[in-house]
């Protein structure tokens, strides 16, 4: 779904759009790095210099309730967020924190846990750590 298509779903459901909340969404959309809120503040600071962080958490808040990004949290990093909302796995460099996209179908044991555990089980998420090749190469090259 494109920035335009999103704009028109939440506008129906009575959402004000800024175009500060349109550039942070079109960013999101625009990136695969899974950046931070301070990134995505940066990026729109350049385009919005009287933009507030507290724009970009609230933004980055009503996406994340209305279903059109992932917040991704790892302990004490900061938490990124993904523009593709659906279900996706990701790997994520234990050295430097980058997160990536890993494409493969998912596996779904989201049954077979219900059943063993008597949970509703609401969704879940898989995760891989490593390192990344960046930091790899850094550690041939010290």
Request: proline letters at 4%; a negative charge; glycine letters at 8%.
């Amino acid at each position: 779904m494109d920035a335009i298509e999103i704009l028109k779903q939440l506008k129906d459901k009575g959402v004000r759009f800024t175009p500060q909340r349109q550039a942070i969404l079109e960013f999101l959309l625009g990136t695969t790095t899974h950046p931070t809120a301070d990134e995505i503040y940066h990026h729109v600071k350049a385009k919005f210099p009287g933009v507030s962080l507290g724009t970009i958490y609230n933004t980055l808040n009503m996406l994340k309730v209305h279903g059109h990004l992932l917040e991704l949290s790892y302990g004490d990093m900061s938490s990124r967020f993904d523009g593709n909302p659906h279900n996706h796995y990701h790997i994520v460099c234990s050295k430097c924190g980058k997160v990536v996209d890993f494409h493969r179908p998912l596996i779904d044991l989201s049954q077979e846990a219900q059943e063993k555990s008597g949970f509703v089980i609401l969704g879940h998420r898989l995760e891989f750590y490593g390192i990344c090749p960046e930091c790899r190469q850094d550690e041939v090259l010290n």
